[in-house]
């Protein structure tokens, strides 16, 4: 369990600071409601290409950025969700 809270504290702190982000750029436009999940998985899937075709010790400092992203991500997402099933009802 003491392994785990490290993990929940990122999910914790993206998603508040996402649910904020989120919340104002859907005052503009709706539509935006997954710009912020998006900027994320971007990151994440070219840390995880450039881990992959590095050949050095550059890999993990790739790949732990990507999977920091990765649980960005993820807070992000649960963010967006809350909003989307907030303004629909």
Do not use: C, H
């Amino acid at each position: 369990m003491e392994n785990l809270w490290p993990i929940l504290l990122l999910l914790l702190i993206s998603t508040l600071i996402s649910y904020f982000l989120t919340s104002l750029i859907t005052k503009r436009n709706m539509k935006l409601l997954f710009l912020i999940p998006g900027i994320f998985l971007t990151v994440t899937i070219v840390f995880a290409i450039l881990g992959f075709l590095s050949q050095d010790w550059g890999r993990l400092g790739y790949l732990i950025m990507a999977s920091i992203a990765l649980g960005m991500f993820i807070g992000s997402l649960i963010s967006s969700f809350i909003i989307k099933s907030r303004n629909k009802s």
